[in-house]
């Protein structure tokens, strides 16, 4: 069973900076793509970033596009999310989120293309 864990969440200024990380258990996560979603208050949930299951290709919401860095280290299971010059509207709860096949998606975009999530975990930016 695939189990994705969230961590390194919490409160910051505008313009700090966030690591987030996603610890990923089950399967061979080396050969799957991954991406991380957020979901504000009174809002759908939204893409941010994803990456392939080699990490050479990246993916980014424009809003995001120059601040935030995806990033995944295959030995160790893990992917991170990267966020510098954080800004209130990047005040989200966080998902981690894996496909049900392993190889290239069709659409990294689109939260239906990922089957497992982890539980979220909160970032807040004060302004």
């Known amino acids: 069973q695939v189990q994705l864990e969230e961590s390194g969440g919490g409160l910051v200024q505008t313009g700090g900076s966030l690591r987030l990380s996603c610890a990923a258990s089950g399967r061979t996560f080396r050969n799957y793509a991954m991406a991380w979603f957020r979901q504000a208050p009174g809002k759908e949930r939204e893409f941010v970033a994803a990456?392939?299951?080699?990490?050479?290709?990246?993916y980014y919401r424009d809003s995001v596009k120059g601040r935030f860095t995806i990033s995944r280290d295959n030995a160790e299971n893990m992917v991170y999310l990267q966020m510098n010059s954080l800004r209130p509207e990047d005040t989200a709860v966080y998902y981690c989120?894996?496909?049900?096949?392993?190889?290239?998606?069709?659409?990294?975009?689109?939260?239906?293309?990922?089957?497992?999530w982890g539980q979220g975990i909160q970032v807040t930016v004060s302004s």
């Open positions: 989120a894996a496909p049900p096949d392993m190889g290239i998606l069709v659409d990294y975009f689109s939260g239906s293309s990922y089957t497992y």
């Open positions: 990456i392939n299951w080699h990490g050479s290709s990246t």
